[in-house]
């Protein structure tokens, strides 16, 4: 939508994915960026609507480094849309819903009167099996080093988010019921889809159907594609693959990528993670201490958003 920002128009979005993370919100945000006619940028998680304005940012990415990639000004930002024409536009940031207040009261501050009409996506994951999966996606990515005892310690958690650390904070991501209500309490409450993870994965081609009525756009059928799996390295043949053939960018790789159908780049990376990774499940002593963590967060959710969520609390 067309939005007076400083005395100049600009476009921005109609919609956003706002998380939760490792909920599924990349594979959604290249389903809905097949559609003819929305526009959704190649940059995925710009940041906008928590880093804005800010020059600069105690947060560090998995390597310890700064991180240099979100987008604080809103002439950067703008930027990515310029080329939307008349399409619905959005946006995937799962940060959004994390840091949910602060999104909520810039989205207010750029759109002003025209907030009412921002459209949200929100696809919930047990926060029990999204911390975890959390936690195993860093491990994978040889950016994790501590065992699961030492890294689910809430006193270590709180040092690392202080120190700047974010994406090490698995358990804060699943309190969603604070977060939701700060969406709902602002925005017109209409505009606000709320996705369960579970239901997405089972049947994803109906899930974007529906996402693409709530955009009022034409139907549409997306190919559906797996993306960011977690899990362990099978081997040290396996991680090396993955890091050195699956994960580098390559010109070969491009020209490769660039010929292959998008179903059949989802069948082969499925087959290739399949390969590579080894699922490990989660610690029973880990699981009950999420379990009395998130208890009290998903009963008052589930009376929030009018599911029935009590499978999330079963061993």
């Not at 005892?149 to 904070?169: H, P, Q, S, T």
Request: proline share 4%; with cysteine.
């Amino acid at each position: 939508m067309l939005v007076e920002v400083s005395g100049k128009k600009v476009k921005l979005p109609d919609f956003f994915i706002v998380g939760a993370a490792r909920s599924g919100t990349t594979s959604l945000y290249v389903c809905l960026k097949q559609h003819p006619d929305v526009f959704m940028p190649n940059i995925k998680e710009p940041g906008f609507f928590v880093f804005k304005d800010i020059k600069y940012v105690k947060y560090f990415n998995k390597k310890r480094e700064l991180k240099k990639y979100f987008i604080s000004s809103i002439e950067e930002y703008s930027k990515l849309f310029e080329k939307a024409n008349d399409f619905v536009i959005g946006e995937a940031s799962p940060i959004y819903l994390y840091k949910s207040e602060l999104a909520v009261k810039n989205m207010v501050d750029i759109y002003k009167e025209k907030s009412s009409k921002i459209k949200i996506i929100m696809i919930l994951r047990n926060p029990i099996e999204r911390a975890w999966s959390h936690y195993l996606y860093l491990k994978q990515k040889g950016y994790e080093y501590l065992d699961y005892k030492n890294a689910f310690d809430e006193e270590v958690i709180k040092k690392r988010v202080i120190e700047g650390f974010l994406d090490y904070d698995y358990i804060t991501p699943g309190f969603y019921y604070r977060q939701i209500l700060d969406f709902l309490q602002v925005l017109n409450k209409v505009n606000v889809m709320i996705i369960l993870y579970d239901d997405f994965k089972k049947n994803p081609v109906d899930i974007c159907k529906k996402i693409f009525n709530f955009l009022n756009v034409c139907p549409y059928t997306p190919s559906i594609c797996r993306i960011n799996a977690s899990g362990y390295f099978k081997n040290r043949i396996a991680k090396y693959i993955y890091n050195n053939l699956i994960i580098t960018d390559t010109n070969f790789k491009r020209k490769i990528k660039s010929i292959i159908p998008l179903k059949m780049k989802s069948k082969i990376r499925e087959f290739i993670e399949d390969l590579i990774f080894h699922k490990t499940s989660m610690p029973e002593d880990l699981k009950l201490k999420l379990i009395e963590i998130y208890r009290e967060d998903i009963s008052k959710l589930q009376d929030l958003i009018n599911k029935d969520l009590s499978h999330w609390l079963e061993l």
